[in-house]
T-cell receptor, first 111, second 112 residues
Framework: KNQVEQSPQSLIILEGKNCTLQCNYTVSPFSNLRWYKQDTGRGPVSLTIMTFSENTKSNGRYTATLDADTKQSSLHITASQLSDSASYICVVPRDTDKLIFGTGTRLQVFP | DTGVSQDPRHKITKRGQNVTFRCDPISEHNRLYWYRQTLGQGPEFLTYFQNEAQLEKSRLLSDRFSAERPKGSFSTLEIQRTEQGDSAMYLC??????????FGSGTRLTVV
């Protein structure tokens, strides 16, 4: 079954700290993996897309890693800011047309 | 073109009423998707269009749901005889072929 699982379900950190979110997937065949940020009441916004051949990709303070062999990805946030408070969703396309979304990690950054 | 627009942002309706949502995609995007998201869950695929053709519908899309994309531009999603279980955020996204998706801010539906 094509699935995307994320951990932790929720995370609370202090402003300025780093954190790492995890994603495991079983979607096959694999073409790419995407991380989205979703603020409460808003649509998801793309952070990064990683293809099979990419191991690490950065977007500002966000760094995503991908291990296609173990079917795992992580999203590392450096020097967190209050505005990072959101849900972070790992997404893997099934076939070429449909996205399989994880349930997300809800991150709260406190001052 | 400032992105994907959805209207309305919020809709409260009584059970049994019909509702219609609109999505205006990025103009050069040929693909348009509808997703539904309930609280604490990731979005679930409902249907997608390539230009004006509706290419796939999820089993989640019961016969009370219908989507159209006339002329391959904006799209509408209609729910007939709404039920409380229809309460959710309805997200629209568009893409150019298999490129990255751009999501709208969604329409939050509450059925009372």
């Amino acid at each position: 079954k094509n699935q995307v699982e994320q951990s932790p379900q929720s995370l609370i950190i202090l402003e300025g700290k780093n954190c790492t979110l995890q994603c495991n997937y079983t979607v096959s065949p694999f073409s790419n993996l995407r991380w989205y940020k979703q603020d409460t009441g808003r649509g998801p916004v793309s952070l990064t897309i990683m293809t099979f051949s990419e191991n690490t990709k950065s977007n500002g303070r966000y760094t995503a890693t991908l291990d296609a062999d173990t079917k795992q990805s992580s999203l590392h946030i450096t020097a967190s800011q209050l505005s990072d408070s959101a849900s972070y969703i790992c997404v893997v396309p099934r076939d070429t047309d449909k996205l399989i979304f994880g349930t997300g990690t809800r991150l709260q950054v406190f001052p | 073109d400032t992105g994907v627009s959805q209207d309305p942002r919020h809709k409260i309706t009584k059970r049994g009423q019909n509702v219609t949502f609109r999505c205006d995609p990025i103009s050069e995007h040929n693909r348009l998707y509808w997703y539904r998201q309930t609280l604490g869950q990731g979005p679930e695929f409902l249907t997608y269009f390539q230009n004006e053709a509706q290419l796939e519908k999820s089993r989640l899309l019961s016969d009370r749901f219908s989507a159209e994309r006339p002329k391959g531009s904006f799209s509408t999603l209609e729910i007939q005889r709404t039920e409380q279980g229809d309460s959710a955020m309805y997200l629209c996204a568009s893409s150019l072929d298999q490129g990255d998706y751009t999501f709208g801010s969604g329409t939050r539906l509450t059925v009372v």
